[in-house]
């Protein structure tokens, strides 16, 4: 064989290699991927109840309620154009609270509502760790 034919007979291999690697590494990917939904994006199309997907948005003020279980909460997140109806049950991260940016990562059901299996709370950039606020605070440098 000469080595012209093995040069391309090597490049050809390299290339469905590649191309091999490429295609397990997006079905696997699309296994994982969580798509991201706002409330009108809910309201303009019904959103899929078979998988995962994140929702984010604002927790609309007066909308937190424990459940009688003690570890369920239902809110709901709004975007200013709609708003969704969500339930938690586990321990909500400290910065969640009403008027808060959240994304509640879970599954929609069939009725519209969302059942959330986690949350992250946002926070704006103003955000400041309590320890450093204190010694500002403190040091009377903490504009208030």
């Known amino acids: 064989m000469k080595a012209k034919h093995q040069r391309l007979m090597l490049a050809g291999l390299g290339l469905v290699a590649v191309l ?17 939904y706002a409330p ?5 199309k019904a959103p899929p109840t078979d998988r995962a997907v994140r929702l984010g948005g604002m927790v609309e003020a007066g909308s937190i309620r424990p459940q009688p279980d003690g570890v369920s909460i239902a809110f709901v ?13 586990g321990i909500a991260p400290d910065l969640f609270k009403e008027g808060s940016g959240v994304v509640a990562e879970g599954r929609f059901r069939a009725d519209g509502s969302f059942a959330a299996d ?5 926070h704006d950039e103003r955000y400041m760790p309590p320890e450093l606020a204190g010694k500002m605070a403190a040091a009377e440098t903490l504009e208030q």
């Open 20 to 36: 091999g690697a490429s295609g397990l590494a997006l079905s696997a990917l699309q296994d994982e991927a969580a798509f991201f």
């Open 40 to 44: 009108a994006d809910v309201a303009a």
């Open 77 to 89: 997140v709004g975007d200013g154009k709609a708003r969704v109806p969500v339930t938690f049950s």
């Open 118 to 122: 986690n949350l992250l709370a946002k």
